[in-house]
Nanobody, 127 residues
Framework: QVQLADSGGGLVQAGGSLRLSCAAS????????MGWFRQAPGKEREFVAG????????QYSDSVKGRFSISRDNAKNTVFLQMNSLRAEDTAIYYC????????????????????WGQGTQVTVSS
């Protein structure tokens, strides 16, 4: 059974920073592409950032590019999302997700391509 545990969310003022973490309880974490998604009230879950199994390739949505940074530590089965210059519109529940498709060498942006999900962590940015 694969488990992903999201953490690091909280309340922050606009312009502030947060670092989200996702700890995975799976031995094959190192061959999974990992993604961060978010869902705001009344909206669909959307792709935020992704990283291949090796960490060589990353991808970001246009709305966070230049402000957020995804990274991973395969030795610790953990993926991170560093969020800087936060805005009120970044307020959402953030979820990490794991995909085994294509051996973790491709970053997918659709929720249907991710098989395992964390429970979510709330990020609230006050303006």
């Amino acid at each position: 059974q694969v488990q992903l545990a999201d953490s690091g969310g909280g309340l922050v003022q606009a312009g502030g920073s947060l670092r989200l973490s996702c700890a995975a309880s799976l031995r094959i974490f190192s061959i999974c592409a990992m993604g961060w998604f978010r869902q705001a009230p009344g909206k669909e879950r959307e792709f935020v950032a992704g990283i291949t199994w090796s960490g060589v390739s990353t991808q970001y949505s246009d709305s966070v590019k230049g402000r957020f940074s995804i990274s991973r530590d395969n030795a610790k089965n953990t993926v991170f999302l560093q969020m800087n210059s936060l805005r009120a519109e970044d307020t959402a529940i953030y979820y990490c997700a794991a995909s085994f498709k294509n051996g973790g060498n491709y970053i997918y942006t659709s929720t249907s391509d991710y098989y395992y999900w964390g429970q979510g962590t709330q990020v609230t940015v006050s303006s």
